[in-house]
């Protein structure tokens, strides 16, 4: 398969898991700790909403890394 047009795409979410779950932090202890509700952040976690630039700041805060830790991109393909 010949790749015609490659975007990246982030992969916040697992990422921020991966971190999240090393701190041994639970979903609802660092959604309270950024402001966010439960739900919105299982939903960046799980790649369903991106990750706005203040949550990821917000986040490596409350994780004690650098954002870049938790900013990952894949590539994909478009069709064209």
């Known amino acids: 398969m010949t790749r015609t ?3 990246p795409v982030p992969q916040n979410g697992p990422a921020i898991r991966e971190i999240r779950q090393r701190e041994g932090l639970t ?3 660092l959604a309270a700790a950024i402001d966010v ?3 919105h952040l299982r939903n ?3 790649e369903n909403k ?4 203040e949550h990821i700041a917000r ?3 409350k994780l004690r890394c650098r954002p870049a830790a938790i ?4 590539d ?3 069709a064209s």
Not at 71 to 74: D, E, N, Q, S
């Open 27 to 29: 979903v609802a202890q």
């Open 50 to 53: 991106p990750a706005r630039p």
């Open 5 to 7: 047009n490659v975007k």
């Open 59 to 61: 986040i490596a805060k």
């Open 44 to 46: 960046i976690e799980c």
């Open 37 to 39: 509700s439960d739900p």
């Open 76 to 78: 994909y393909e478009v």
């Open 71 to 74: 900013v990952r991109t894949a």
